[in-house]
């Protein structure tokens, strides 16, 4: 039996399993790049208003430093692959890590590895087919982001060129997840390790693309490697050689690492938790909260830097802007009209509201999750009320949500205000209202997702309907320009424009109320129901 | 009050699937009950409904004299349940699991714990990811017992333990037992119901089909008996699975016959004899065997 003996079943095992989320995955990056295409070429129509845009970037060391350098900025895919470049890379290397180590790690740590394992199956054949299946994703990647932008009129070579970064990019991150999945021990760790060095890739390359005297720095990035590749502007296919000489390295280093541990075993060393329970873990609030303080740690951490990220380019994006009627309408629309800096300052704020919307779903879909894993039957068979579970969990999404935003308001304000200037402490005031006064559109989503758990437990998943639908309205409603009454299903829609406009009430009130009901009426099932 | 369960006619129905087709269960206090059956046969949505995890369809169901829907965080305080497949959280210890749990219910004995934890042999330092079937089901186990509960639920509470673990489990049932305790035993392992339960209901696709002491059950069933005689056996109509050979008897019969056959034997003269109470297998297969039959004979039909 070779040491790959069964690679194929289990490839095929994978791509049943991903048949949703490998597609999905594809897609969104595909869409993202083909909607980047589409925006520009509405929004810079003429040679000269690229020209002019590209020229203001260059000169903006902090929107280099978030995007990437722009090589030329004449054509609609040189803006492009500017644009969606170093995000592309990011999004492809965490498709990829999350793929491989779905099929590798995690599957081990679970325990399905073994019964796998047990059969007619090589060493190898599990890292080789979760590396295949990642390879699969990161080529129809590279290829359909290629055949969009073809599709938009762009130069073949540089259409390829860009996809082909992109992908390269996706399959190095691959590799290195089949190194760090043989590490750590349990999914989520070889999740982190792999996350944790796409972040250094993307903060070296930051540091390289906005300083002129380290441009050197980007090399060291293999998301600098992407941008270097240099689509629609020199389209340098050697560079592509790094990423895929790297990932061999890496694949390599992965093989001989499975060959060199036991099944189910780390080779960074386990971590013994304590014999005896602190004191304060005596209930069923105390559980939810050491079960969901990781996560909301990480969220406020990402939302603190996003914060201070947009709120420090703030200047800079209102330089860009400017002259632009286009994209000031589009920011007017999504932000509100009342100056562009305000409605930029507003859209950054939205944005933030829908995005902590993930979280507070996420948060609530928590209850679900240890119903169905069977780890709420053993607490609620002790003297804990359903209520009082729920309640525990229940904290999160809304305190958790309004930390996050008023941490991300905070940190846009600081940054903002120390680059616009013109008063720190007002910039902060008026940023921390923005984030805030998403809370009660947050606050609903929420409450959809609990409706849907306390009522239709099987269909939870649909708890990330009511999200969906929220965002997509109130994100591509703008940009559609659909009607207003669809626009009106949103509660988004009704938030009041900060800064800048003007602050109502009215509509925080009935959103609120709206929640208070939903969030009952998901409660009453959730009382009512059969759990299990 | 004298009975710590007490369920009637409970029916459950899950779509189109009957659970719980008219379930009886009555367990005294103080006892250790066995309750028996086949996979799928409804044992843990009975112990569910108990719980007030799930509500029934119809049916009476009392707990400690309370109502395990109603009131079923005051009833909690005095049970401790162990569920047939314990699932942990990752990121926390056994140990911590099994503080956490104890508390949840009102309090556990340290003394009590730290010596389960020898007897079970297990690390309570290892996090919930790390621990295999059989120790995650200690953890349960160990938090269970290290309580004063009142009430003991425990579903299939062996299934991944060695022989040993269970050696230890049955002294920790015993011990319970001695406190004053009533345990309800759900479990297909029969040596394990016959070793510790004071009384037993069998079920079968939702319903009870036997419920007494193992002896009540035996009397109700055949006994084996194998004697060598002095002359030629008596043929009697009465006897089942009977085989012949030479002088040798070898037959079953039903225990209200049993003093019918040995008068017949006696006459012709007994040189050997034994006679063996039916086992709590072979109990059970006939309730099971007859079960298959039915099927048969429906599809024959």
């Known amino acids: 039996?070779?040491?790959?003996?069964?690679?194929?079943?289990?490839?095929?095992?994978?791509?049943?399993?991903?048949?949703?989320?490998?597609?999905?995955?594809?897609?969104?990056?595909?869409?993202?790049?083909?909607?980047?295409?589409?925006?520009?070429?509405?929004?810079?129509?003429?040679?000269?208003?690229?020209?002019?845009?590209?020229?203001?970037?260059?000169?903006?060391?902090?929107?280099?430093?978030?995007?990437?350098?722009?090589?030329?900025?004449?054509?609609?895919?040189?803006?492009?692959?500017?644009?969606?470049?170093?995000?592309?890379?990011?999004?492809?290397?965490?498709?990829?890590?999350?793929?491989?180590?779905?099929?590798?790690?995690?599957?081990?740590?679970?325990?399905?590895?073994?019964?796998?394992g047990a059969g007619a199956v090589g060493r190898r054949a599990p890292l080789t087919a979760a590396l295949a299946t990642a390879a699969t994703a990161c080529l129809a990647l590279a290829l359909l982001v290629a055949a969009a932008l073809l599709a938009a009129g762009q130069a073949a070579a540089g259409s390829l060129a860009f996809g082909l970064a992109l992908g390269a990019t996706g399959l190095l991150f691959a590799a290195l997840a089949a190194v760090t999945a043989q590490l750590a021990e349990t999914g989520r760790a070889a999740n982190g390790l792999a996350g944790a060095a796409i972040g250094v890739a993307f903060v070296l390359r930051a540091?390289?693309?906005?300083?002129?005297?380290?441009?050197?720095?980007?090399?060291?990035?293999?998301?600098?490697?992407?941008?270097?590749?240099?689509?629609?502007?020199?389209?340098?296919?050697w560079v592509l050689a790094l990423p895929l000489g790297a990932a061999a390295l890496l694949t390599a280093l992965g093989y001989a690492l499975v060959e060199r541990r036991d099944l189910g075993a780390g080779l960074l060393p386990q971590r013994p938790g304590p014999a005896v329970a602190a004191p304060g873990l005596r209930s069923a609030a105390a559980l939810a909260r050491r079960l969901q303080r990781g996560p909301l740690l990480g969220w406020t951490l990402a939302f603190a830097a996003a914060g201070a990220v947009f709120g420090g380019v703030a200047k800079?994006?209102?330089?860009?802007?400017?002259?632009?009627?286009?994209?000031?309408?589009?920011m007017a629309r999504l932000g509100g009209t009342q100056g562009v800096l305000d409605s930029y300052l507003a859209s950054i704020a939205t944005i933030f509201g829908m995005i902590s919307a993930v979280y507070?779903?996420?948060?609530?879909?928590?209850?679900?999750?240890?119903?169905?894993?069977?780890?709420?039957?053993?607490?609620?068979?002790?003297?804990?009320?359903?209520?009082?579970?729920?309640?525990?969990?229940?904290?999160?999404p809304l305190l958790g949500s309004a930390l996050m935003l008023a941490v991300a308001g905070t940190a846009a304000g600081l940054t903002e205000g120390a680059a616009v200037g013109g008063g720190v402490g007002h910039a902060v005031g008026d940023m921390l209202a923005a984030a805030l006064v998403q809370l009660p559109a947050v606050w609903l989503t929420a409450a959809v997702a609990l409706a849907v758990l306390g009522l239709l437990p099987r269909w939870s998943a649909a708890g990330w309907a009511g999200f969906a639908v929220f965002v997509l309205i109130a994100w591509l409603g703008p940009i559609l320009q659909l009607s207003q009454w669809v626009l009106d299903l949103s509660p988004f829609s009704h938030l009041p424009h900060l800064p800048g406009g003007e602050a109502t009430a009215a509509p925080l009130l009935w959103i609120t109320a709206l929640t208070a009901l939903t969030a009952l009426a998901g409660l009453a099932g959730l009382r009512r129901r059969d759990l299990g | 009050m004298t009975t710590a369960i007490s369920v009637s006619g409970l029916v459950k129905t899950f779509g189109?699937?009957?659970?719980?087709?008219?379930?009886?269960?009555?367990?005294?206090?103080?006892?250790?009950?066995?309750?028996?059956?086949?996979?799928?046969?409804?044992?843990?949505?009975?112990?569910?409904?108990?719980?007030?995890l799930l509500r029934a369809d119809s049916g009476t169901a009392a707990l400690l004299g309370g109502d395990p829907w109603r009131d079923a965080v005051e009833l909690h305080r005095r049970i401790a349940?162990?569920?047939?497949?314990?699932?942990?959280?990752?990121?926390?210890?056994?140990?911590?699991?099994?503080?956490?749990?104890?508390?949840?219910?009102?309090?556990?004995?340290?003394?009590?714990?730290?010596?389960?934890?020898?007897?079970?042999?297990?690390?309570?330092?290892?996090?919930?990811?790390?621990?295999?079937?059989?120790?995650?089901?200690?953890?349960?186990?160990?938090?269970?017992?290290?309580?004063?509960?009142?009430?003991?639920?425990?579903?299939?509470?062996?299934?991944?333990?060695?022989?040993?673990?269970?050696?230890?489990?049955?002294?920790?049932?015993?011990?319970?037992?001695?406190?004053?305790?009533?345990?309800?035993?759900?479990?297909?392992?029969?040596?394990?119901?016959?070793?510790?339960?004071?009384?037993?209901?069998?079920?079968?696709?939702?319903?009870?089909?036997?419920?007494?002491?193992?002896?009540?059950?035996?009397?109700?069933?055949?006994?084996?008996?194998?004697?060598?005689?002095?002359?030629?056996?008596?043929?009697?109509?009465?006897?089942?699975?009977?085989?012949?050979?030479?002088?040798?008897?070898?037959?079953?019969?039903?225990?209200?016959?049993?003093?019918?056959?040995?008068?017949?034997?006696?006459?012709?003269g007994v040189r050997s004899?034994?006679?063996?109470?039916?086992?709590?297998?072979?109990?059970?297969?006939?309730?099971?065997?007859?079960?298959?039959?039915?099927?048969?004979?429906?599809?024959?039909?």
């Open chain 1, 1 to 116: 039996m070779s040491a790959l003996t069964g690679t194929g079943i289990l490839y095929r095992l994978a791509l049943r399993r991903d048949r949703i989320a490998l597609p999905v995955w594809v897609y969104v990056g595909t869409g993202m790049v083909a909607s980047t295409v589409f925006s520009f070429r509405k929004l810079y129509d003429t040679e000269e208003s690229r020209r002019t845009f590209a020229a203001g970037i260059d000169g903006n060391g902090s929107l280099r430093a978030l995007y990437g350098p722009i090589f030329d900025g004449s054509t609609i895919g040189g803006l492009t692959a500017w644009r969606m470049g170093v995000f592309g890379a990011v999004l492809a290397g965490l498709m990829s890590t999350l793929l491989v180590v779905r099929h590798t790690r995690a599957e081990e740590e679970d325990g399905r590895l073994e019964l796998i």
């Open chain 1, 207 to 237: 540091i390289g693309d906005s300083s002129a005297g380290a441009r050197w720095v980007s090399w060291l990035s293999p998301i600098g490697w992407a941008e270097q590749v240099r689509p629609f502007a020199a389209d340098r296919w």
């Open chain 1, 316 to 330: 800079g994006v209102v330089d860009l802007i400017g002259d632009n009627r286009q994209m000031a309408d589009l």
């Open chain 1, 360 to 396: 507070a779903v996420q948060s609530v879909l928590r209850l679900r999750a240890e119903e169905a894993a069977g780890r709420a039957e053993p607490v609620l068979a002790t003297a804990v009320s359903r209520l009082g579970w729920a309640a525990g969990h229940l904290v999160f």
């Open chain 2, 16 to 52: 189109r699937t009957r659970a719980l087709d008219g379930l009886d269960l009555e367990v005294e206090r103080g006892e250790v009950h066995g309750f028996l059956g086949p996979n799928g046969s409804g044992k843990s949505t009975t112990i569910r409904v108990l719980l007030g």
């Open chain 2, 81 to 268: 349940y162990v569920p047939g497949d314990v699932t942990l959280w990752r990121n926390l210890s056994g140990g911590e699991a099994i503080d956490l749990l104890g508390r949840l219910r009102g309090g556990l004995d340290h003394g009590r714990r730290a010596a389960l934890l020898e007897r079970f042999e297990l690390d309570p330092t290892k996090k919930g990811r790390a621990y295999s079937k059989g120790n995650r089901q200690k953890v349960a186990l160990v938090a269970a017992f290290a309580g004063d509960a009142e009430l003991l639920i425990l579903d299939e509470p062996t299934s991944g333990l060695d022989p040993l673990m269970e050696e230890v489990f049955r002294e920790c049932v015993a011990e319970a037992r001695d406190r004053g305790a009533t345990v309800l035993l759900s479990s297909h392992i029969l040596s394990e119901v016959e070793a510790l339960c004071d009384r037993v209901s069998i079920i079968r696709a939702g319903r009870t089909v036997e419920t007494g002491t193992l002896a009540d059950l035996r009397h109700l069933t055949r006994t084996s008996v194998d004697a060598e005689l002095a002359g030629t056996p008596p043929r009697p109509a009465y006897a089942h699975d009977l085989t012949i050979a030479g002088n040798r008897l070898r037959c079953q019969v039903d225990s209200e016959q049993l003093g019918k056959l040995l008068a017949e034997l006696t006459a012709v």
């Open chain 2, 273 to 301: 004899l034994t006679s063996r109470p039916p086992t709590l297998e072979e109990l059970f297969l006939r309730h099971y065997a007859s079960d298959a039959e039915d099927t048969e004979a429906a599809a024959a039909r």
